[in-house]
């Protein structure tokens, strides 16, 4: 009996000095994977050759293909345990000639507006469109004003991005359900057309595209849709006020053609100890084609390849297997997660955490968690270990698009949070170019990245623990 107190008593004595070596140990860690990233990085030269010498990276495209071979042989360059790519079936959709719009409010008197083809959308016909505006807050409106009162007409979606939202994405979800099912609606009330204000917090003059859907209606019955710059927007509703039979002319060219063949581009460092286990960290490499998608989403793949190199060049040898996957079409149809995922599940692979970064590559300020409630109190114990970078911000709720295909009970999915108060400014519109990017913000959202996963692949989850 004496000898089972003296036991318990040096195990009661004794782990609290375990705990404070990890945690030490885990401090070390993380301090070494920051000052690596930040004196060494690569994720700026790599986000400006994707930005820079290849473009915008609209899935099908050309300059997608080019994205695909480019992080496919700097991933080989690393010296990963495997690299390789997964084939994907894309849609292909293309923009044309340059959109043209002008307001007429009496005829012959126009003002040129600034517009875009929404994503997927349907021409116009040739030579253009022109009719009257009726102008509405929401998809909720056209049944307050009826058949009679829309047919015939194009429909203005001018619901605002709520600017009293401090979370920039609440403000964003609370009016892109106009740009992405605004089109199907209107047609079942007769409009011929729909421009929709753009989702951005900003008012200048840069137009917003991004994806729309017309659901099952038939060719015949889809009507074109267009992004309206927030300024334009606001021309074009003071106009209606004055003058309400003011009519709203638009031109695009943009098609459709049939899928065609893509990739996900996937490099691993297999795990020593759980090498059937994995860890995955990601982004999207399709960005939209007005600007060079340095924001959405190049930053968010340059940091995950950024992980797989850290720890490469800090020797670190992982006990799960960690995988970096760069999703293709996320924008308009999530094809390279749902494949991702449909591929894993055929192989019956166990995936315990995943990580994405699709928010901007503007300084970290923490992670958002879609995991239980325990795991969520393991997780509030890491958060002293990120106060020294100011990346301790750790809420429940939300992962990120490309990794939630992934979602099974247990496992956990995270997203990167960036400061998103100037994320909008940019998002899906010609702004989005490397010169928004900051090389520091960049770098530090790698590093807290690849902190995060070490942290997962040293203890696991509550439900699959490694200790």
Known sequence: MKNLFIFLFLIFITSPIFSQNESQQDSIMLRKIFNEALLNGKSYDWLEQLSNTIGGRLSGSLEAERAINFTKEELEKLG?????????????????????????????????????????????????????????????????????????????????????????????????????????????????????????LKIDDEPHTGTMTYGDLPLDQRIPAAAISTQGANYLSSMLKLQPKTQFYFNQTCIAYPD?????????????????????????????????????DGAGCVQSMEVLRLFKNLEYKPKHSIRVVLFMNEENGLRGAKKYAEVADRNKEKHIFALESDAGGFSPRGFSFDCSTEDLKQIVNWKPLFEPYLVHLFTQGGSGADV??????????????????????????????????NKRELELGGAAMASLIYLYDTYGTVNDAVK
């Not at 929404?118 to 009257?132: D, F, M, N, V, W």
């Not at 009162?149 to 709520?162: A, E, L, S, T, W």
């Not at 994995?278 to 340095?294: N, T």
Request: hydrophobic share 35%; with cysteine.
């Open 260 to 296: 065609v063949e893509s990739f996900n581009v996937i490099g691993e460092i297999t795990g020593k100890k759980y090498p059937n286990s994995y860890i995955v960290v990601g982004g999207h490499l399709d960005s939209w084609d007005l600007g060079d998608g340095s924001h959405d």
């Open 80 to 200: 990963l345990d495997k690299v390789w790519l997964q084939p994907v079936m894309v849609p292909k959709w293309v923009r044309g000639v340059p959109e043209y719009a002008y307001i007429e409010t009496t005829t012959g008197i126009t003002s040129v507006t600034n517009i875009c083809a929404l994503g997927g959308s349907a021409p116009t016909p040739i030579g253009g469109l022109k009719a009257e505006v009726i102008e509405v807050q929401g998809i909720e409106d056209l049944a307050k004003f009826g058949k009679s009162n829309i047919q015939g007409k194009i429909v203005f979606y001018n619901r605002p991005m709520d600017p009293t939202k401090i979370q920039t994405f609440e403000a964003y979800g609370g009016c892109v359900d106009q740009r992405y099912s605004g089109a199907m609606e209107a047609s079942k009330y007769g409009a011929v057309g729909v421009v929709v204000r753009s989702m951005s």
């Open 404 to 437: 939630s295909p992934l979602k099974k009970k247990g496992n956990v999915m995270a997203g990167l949070r960036p400061d998103s108060q100037r994320y909008f400014d940019y998002h899906h519109a010609h702004t989005d170019t490397f010169d928004k990017i």
